[in-house]
């Protein structure tokens, strides 16, 4: 029981917005390196989709995307563990890591739920619009002919 209200006193909203003395724990260098690390990865998901996906240009799109927001989402992430450990007034709150922390959690529940919900509409249109394009008859150019000043010769 006296664990639970542990818990909860930890993420009462009393203290997340309370202003820090110091930085207490070493989670947060902990936490600086996995976002650390995870914005690394999107950002290279956000610059390069196709090492993951070679052809497809629906899952490229999606690994574009995705990556994009997880890297962007991350590197605030590692500054604001930086800025937690410089013991800035207003920025060292706990409050941005946990926002930071509650928004990748719900891009991977934005995923989640693309994956479930939407995923296969877009992937049947897409897989109708590589049809339509593999099967449209290519227009060839027309031979050009001869100005009428060559044929007269």
Request: charged share 20%.
């Amino acid at each position: 029981m006296e664990f639970l209200t542990d818990l909860l006193a930890l993420i009462s909203l009393g203290h997340i917005l309370e202003d820090p003395t110091r930085v207490e724990s070493p989670a947060y260098i902990y936490l600086g390196a996995v976002l650390a690390v995870l914005g690394i990865i999107g950002l290279l998901l956000a610059q390069r989709p196709r090492l993951l996906s070679r052809e497809n240009a629906l899952h490229q799109r999606i690994i574009a995307t995705y990556g994009g927001w997880l890297g962007w989402l991350s590197a605030f992430g590692v500054v604001a563990v930086i800025v937690r450990y410089a013991n800035a007034p207003f920025f060292s709150k706990r409050l941005w890591l946990a926002i930071d922390v509650l928004g990748i959690l719900g891009l991977a529940g934005h995923l989640a739920w693309y994956r479930v919900k939407r995923y296969q509409v877009d992937l049947a249109s897409y897989i109708e619009l590589q049809r339509h394009q593999r099967l449209r008859p290519v227009v060839q150019p027309r031979p050009r002919r001869a100005s009428a000043a060559r044929r007269r010769r």
